[in-house]
RNA sequence: CGGGGCGUAGCGCAGUCCGGUAGCGCGCCUGCUUUGGGAGCAGGAUGUCGGAGGUUCAAAUCCUCUCGCCCCGACCA
């Protein structure tokens, strides 16, 4: 178990929130997470509430991060023999009627347009009463029903079968209690749609996407997920089986990063969407759907950034390097700034993405500061001295925690003074290394906090006293008995993990921690976002 | 959608109890000096006090309504 929780050390003061932040004006995380994630936002320049409740603006540099995550994911989406495309972001009313699980899972939070017009009456502008529209469209919360709607005309025999398309696409859930990235009324995400002529060749779809996205959480993100299933209570509306991934934070919650439904013939039947297979029979179509969101973002802020600000995976960093120019006089400024320059297009033509900070009105250490907190893997600090010896100064954003290590002793491990073309030709290893690192840490807390239970007493122990975190617990209860659960512990059943996804040591069939019925497997059971 | 808290300059806040016409720090602009971890001095600009009504000679302050954000619940990617 780690410490998960220094607060203890902390006088437990009910001084205002903005005393306790640090001086890089973040709340630590110890004070408050939720605080903290609010001002790593904020600080890194992400994102910010706009003036339509639930919606967010995507800042530039959340934005820059969301299309590196969109090159990677599409890169992966294409290379499994996916297309893009676009459909709608209105829905009719009727078409979500059609499948009736699905619509009452999304009935309580849809978007209606019902007015086409505007009106100046007595010189305010208003929606116009007569321009009332004779069926209502639904701002697409998910675009199963009017994909399938179009897959009707697309599809005759087996022959045209499989189609595997991905969109790129807002969408809108009419959310109550919004968190920026976690979640917000509107949101961008991917969603693909696939059409297959066997139940098999669907089920080896749903199983290949969620292996694309667990590929894509791990080796890009840095983030450690877990494969599994959901229970029928948190399956999707409309699905007969959802996969999904499952990542821990930093504050032990669980946070669902990407879903993977086996959708059977439900929305070919709801779409009447048949084909004729290979004996010359119809047959309804079977289908999958998987998505991925911005939610990512979130899940990347607290997976590994720290109180002083952002922390990305190089592989997500829209900036790799910073070069911050360090000089007195006019002389020593053109000497640097040349220098600057050169070290700029020698990376850059290596493919990374580097920023010469040649701004003069902030001093180095402002700057040090601004990137640190916007999570740029690596900066260089060129100066007269570094001329003169033929160095560069290299520092990176984090290196491994070691136990007991001072703030200071930390902050001059991260910096290195390396030869000249020594630091160029090795900076895609430090990123490298560092990528790795991340991932190894944040699995390495990952299992600080996670625990195989057995009894409902240290069930309780382990969420209320010990901070909680990932409990592989034998389950085998209701929906009912889910439900009980979550109302005493604020817990959930995350996923039924994939069985190769069990550490040994949580193997086997055992009995129910709630019911005492005979289980098969672990769950993992915790506390969500 | 229920309970609690908060909306005052770009950001963080004081002022609200007890009405008298708005202030502090940071940031911003100009100039000079600075620059290897958040610069100094001098001068300067910036506010429909979230919004709408009301009470009053007078409202950031009191009353009513409303919008938004944060936290805790219910719901959800």
Known sequence: MASPDKSSSQPKSPAPQSDQKTGAGITPRSVSYSDWYLDIIHKAELAEHSAVRGCMVIRPHGYAIWEKMQRELDDRFKATGHVNAYFPLFIPLSFLTREEQHAAGFAKECAVVTHHRLKTIDGVVQVDPDSKLEEPLVVRPTSETIIWHQYKNWIQSYRDLPILINQWANVVRWELRTRLFLRTAEFLWQEGHTAHATEAEALTETQRMLDVYADFAENVMAVPVIKGRKTPGERFAG???????????????????????????????????????????????????????????????MTHSDDTGLILPPKLAPIHVVIVPIYRKDEEKERVYAEADKVKAELSAQGLTVKFDDRDNLQPGAKFYEWESKGVPIRIEIGPKDLEKGVLCLVRRFVL????????????????????????AGIPTILAEMQKELYLRALAFRAARSRIIDSLEDFERFFKQEGGGFAWVHFAGSSDDEDQLSKRFETTVRCIPLPDQIPPEAQGSGTCILTGQPSPQRVIMAKAY
């Open 401 to 424: 925690e070691q136990p007991g290590e001072t703030p200071e002793a930390e902050r001059k491990r991260r910096k290195s003074f390396v030869p000249r073309a020594e630091a160029i």
């Open 239 to 301: 699905a007969l089986d959802t996969m999904c991934i499952e990542a821990m934070m930093q504050d032990g919650k669980a946070l669902q990063a990407g879903t993977s439904h086996y959708l059977g013939q439900n929305f070919s039947k709801g779409a009447d969407v048949k084909f004729l297979n290979r004996e010359g029979k119809l047959e309804y179509v079977y289908a999958t759907s998987w998505g991925v969101s911005t939610r990512l973002v979130g899940a990347l802020i």
